[in-house]
């Protein structure tokens, strides 16, 4: 009963959440077709620290050092073995080097990049730049995932706030902001429509998500008929029931993408 009453709360929070627009049902992602035949053998999905993205601001955040605490400052450099009044006085130097302190600062943060996981999701499917970008320009697929199918996978789900400038806080308030930190962008990435999928208090890797999570695979306008072939072939041999295949066309009429169901 308690297994079940954990899933109804769950799955009432996500409900919330879609209902109020914060996430949307079902979320995309975009992929090389090398990158697909992974995921459905193995139904698991590749988590990265923040500094493994593409973006080098990724992560990233304005944050003031005045407030540094003594005890990040004695643990990062060691000092806690020296005597009393030498200590002192080290520790003085480092409060008066800003170079010292951005060094603190870099180690919390590193440690932060450590214990947390990320994979990437978009609310859009039919994104130009997104198929060009990350689906080996439009020869790979795009998956889709219904987020109610798996309430465990998809339990930290936050859609990227895109800025000018960098979320900014004071350093002793790292763990309130770390979470905005990780989900905020610069407007360039706007085209992306980013969903992002965060696991905490644990390291990047390969994570298993629930097969029935997975409704649908969209296969680029420029794909080719044995890797269409090849993943029908996987999805039957790794017992993928109910799932949707589509291929995308380039549209006649306007730069657009039309989408056509594929028999399986």
């Known amino acids: 009963m308690k297994t079940l009453n954990t899933i109804n709360m769950k799955y009432n929070i996500i409900a919330q959440a879609v209902a109020n627009d914060n996430i949307p049902l079902y979320i995309y992602k975009y992929m090389d077709i090398e990158c697909a035949k992974a ?3 193995h139904n698991t999905i590749r988590f990265k620290s923040a500094p493994e993205f593409n973006d080098p601001f990724d992560g990233k955040a304005y944050v003031s050092g005045k407030r540094i605490s003594v005890e990040d400052i004695y643990s990062h450099f060691d000092l806690t073995s020296l005597p009393a009044q030498k200590r002192d006085k080290e520790l003085n130097l480092k409060i008066m080097d800003l170079n010292a302190l951005h ?10 990049d ?19 970008h990350y689906s080996n320009k439009h020869e790979g697929v795009c998956m889709k995932f219904d987020i109610s199918k798996d309430l465990d996978f998809f339990s930290i789900l936050a859609k990227v706030k895109y800025k000018e400038d960098f ?5 002793s308030e790292v763990e309130k ?10 407007l360039d990435w706007k085209y992306e429509h980013e969903i992002r999928l965060i696991k905490i208090n644990t390291v990047p890797g390969d994570f298993k998500f629930n097969k029935e999570s997975l409704v ?18 996987i999805l039957k041999q790794h017992n993928y029931n109910g799932i949707n295949l589509r291929m995308a066309m380039i549209a006649s009429e306007n730069y657009k993408l039309n989408f056509f169901p594929l028999p399986f």
């Open 39 to 41: 995921i459905i053998k």
């Open 103 to 112: 060094d603190v600062a870099n180690a919390v943060y590193a440690e932060f």
């Open 114 to 132: 450590a214990h947390t996981a990320i994979t990437c999701f978009s609310e859009v499917d039919d994104s130009l730049l997104m198929w060009a």
């Open 167 to 171: 979320v900014a806080y004071d350093f």
């Open 177 to 186: 902001h770390i979470f905005d930190q990780y989900t905020t962008k610069g």
């Open 216 to 233: 649908e695979i969209t296969f680029g306008c420029k794909s080719h008929k044995e890797d269409i072939d090849e993943i029908g072939e």
